[in-house]
């Protein structure tokens, strides 16, 4: 393990490339001879055509992003300087490019097909063979509440899943689930607890019945505060709610069995899951090569395999895999996932962009930005490369955004008219499962107007002329006038399905890679996050009542714990 770990090159500086170099003569030009795409747009009639690719079933179009054609070939040079190529097949069969934590990052073995079983031994392990044998399991347990085979313990079908996770065990399915709500025929609906918050926890309990609903415990590493908190709480709820309604005794045994019927797990710590009291014939595994933010696609998943079924499971994992596909074996050039990931390198390192936006026009995407969060910003947040020495140029993007048009009535303005520069992705499909009229008016088809004119906007702006020209008092003109010129890439589909889903989120999971190899990044390692959470066990003790433990904490967290004291009831 620790001899491919061993393997792994430096990073190349990117910022010492020819390929570099290359870019900010192109960038300086570009600033020289004006950015306008008004203008780009006119003196070519194919620009559109030469910046618009397929891949899988979505249809991407770049040509309202501040590049030329030829800026492409640019990108290309910059991803063979500095070995993207290598590292995406490094990452596809397993050597340890997590370094820091000596792992391999196969969250693309949990798509394949089964007839790639045997094709993929990594670390000694049959990964496909393993991945299908716990699909057989979860799509065999899925059938089986779906059907009604499986009961609670009073002998009643689940009509409720609660999935009980956070970060990557809630993230992705929560959004998951919500993509594909127009989906759900099985009469199941699943909730999603995370927050340690008891708000969380008791929101989500509000209105369900503990005979027909079954917890999902999803934690990779079975240890995370929050999720084993969440999990215990709810065990205590439904074995206190089931005897208060008369539907157990509260005997040992009968609790014993309560939990075996309304609990299920899903970890790569097996051991810890008979612990709390999960029979392990329900639990599903997965292996530490697959990062908590890239896991949804493995047992991770099981709630929306419940709800929705293993065909539509399978259809999600095929929309994965064909994006796997072409990302490997498409030249970077005509790349379009590679592109849009040098591309971003490109706004945050050249033009100085700090965030992204990421904006659907379909309401069942309300979520993905927030799993678009922990994707690219756990990942892609970091100041030292991945063998410890510092980063050379501003890495991580902060990705943000809501569904439109909820967007254009609130944040809109600042990309339309603000100082700053944000890139941002429009994601819509061409049809709807809600198609409704008002009138004469096809409502899916209004909506797809602003789709189209937010971007049309935002390239081509207004000019003080035109502001003029509609008889605008010539004080105000000023505040009329768009500059245009703001950068957005168009991706549509056909249909919001589990496919697409699939291959949106491998979209990102790649583009998040590119932008992690330019910058030098082991992207797969968190470490971020830890401190923040030993800090919390430190300070446990000293909210409630131990004075010792209060005066170990600095003077502010010390004045925020007297006056959290002082106000308690
Ligand atoms: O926030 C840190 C993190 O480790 C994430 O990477 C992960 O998705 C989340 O915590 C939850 O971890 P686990 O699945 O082990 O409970």
Do not use: C
């Not at 393997?7 to 190349?12: K, M, S, V």
């Not at 991407?60 to 500095?82: G, H, M, R, Y």
């Not at 100041?383 to 439109?404: A, H, K, L, M, N």
């Amino acid at each position: 393990m620790k001899g491919l770990a061993m393997a792994i090159n430096p990073p190349i500086d990117a910022t010492q490339t020819p390929a570099w170099a290359a870019l900010q003569n192109h960038f300086n030009q570009l600033q020289a001879e004006g950015i306008n795409l008004r203008e780009w747009f006119a003196a070519d009639a194919n620009r559109t055509a030469s910046l618009s690719f397929e891949a899988g079933d979505l249809h991407f179009d770049l040509s309202k992003n501040l590049i030329k054609p030829e800026t492409l070939q640019l990108f290309a040079d910059l991803a063979k300087d500095v070995k993207l190529e290598e590292r995406i097949q490094q990452q596809y069969t397993g050597v340890h490019i997590n370094n820091t934590e000596d792992r391999a990052v196969l969250h693309t073995a949990l798509r394949r097909p089964a007839s790639d079983e045997g094709k993929f031994i990594v670390d000694g392990q049959d990964t496909v063979k393993d991945v299908r044998e716990v699909l057989d399991r979860i799509y065999a347990f899925a059938n089986k509440v779906r059907s009604g085979e499986w009961t609670g313990v009073t002998g009643k079908k689940i009509d409720t899943v609660v999935n009980i996770g956070i970060g990557g065990s809630d993230l992705g399915p929560v959004m998951v689930y919500e993509a594909l709500k127009a989906y759900n025929d099985s009469g199941i609906s699943a909730r999603y607890v995370s927050n340690i918050d008891p708000n969380d926890m008791a929101e989500k309990l509000k209105g369900i019945n503990p005979e027909t609903t079954l917890f999902i415990v999803v934690s990779k590493t079975f240890t995370t505060l929050e999720t084993l908190t969440n999990a215990r709480s709810a065990r205590t709820w439904l074995l206190e709610t089931l005897k208060a309604q008369g539907a157990i005794d509260g005997s040992d045994e009968k609790n014993a069995e309560a939990v075996v019927k309304h609990f299920i797990a899903v970890s790569t710590a097996l051991d810890k899951v008979a612990e709390f009291g999960i029979d392990p014939n329900n639990a599903f595994g997965f292996w530490n090569w697959v990062g908590g933010r890239y896991s949804v696609d493995s047992a991770v998943g099981t709630s929306i395999a419940i709800v929705y079924g293993p065909e539509r499971f399978e259809d999600f994992l095929r929309g994965f895999h064909v994006i796997d596909e072409y990302f490997a074996n498409t030249p970077i050039e005509k790349n379009v996932v590679a592109l849009m990931g040098l591309m971003n390198v490109w706004y945050v390192n050249f033009f100085g962009a700090h965030s992204h936006a990421v904006l659907p026009y379909n309401q069942y995407l309300h979520r993905f930005a927030a799993y678009l969060q922990q994707l690219t910003m756990e990942s892609n947040g970091k100041s030292v490369r991945w063998d410890g020495t510092p980063v050379t140029t501003q890495t991580g993007e902060i990705f943000w955004g809501e569904p439109g048009t909820n967007g254009q009535h609130a944040f809109y303005q600042l990309i339309h008219q603000g100082t700053r520069l944000i890139p941002a992705d429009f994601i819509a499909f061409a049809n709807t499962p809600n198609a409704t009229k008002d009138g004469d008016q096809d409502v899916h088809e209004l909506f797809l107007a602003n789709y189209l004119a937010q971007t049309k906007a935002l390239a081509f702006g207004k000019t003080a002329e035109e502001v003029r020209a509609e008889g605008t008092d010539e004080a105000i003109v000023p505040a009329r006038v768009f500059t245009g010129n703001r950068p957005t890439t168009s991706i549509l589909g056909d249909t919001l399905s589990p496919f697409a889903v699939g291959e949106l989120i491998a979209l990102y999971e790649h583009i998040t890679l590119v932008e992690g190899t330019v910058w030098g990044l082991d992207s797969y390692d968190q470490w971020g996050v830890e401190l923040g959470k030993v800090l919390a066990k430190q300070i446990a003790p000293a909210i409630s009542q131990d004075d010792a433990a209060l005066a170990q904490q600095d003077q502010s967290t010390q004045a925020l714990i007297n006056f959290y004291r002082a106000h308690r009831h």
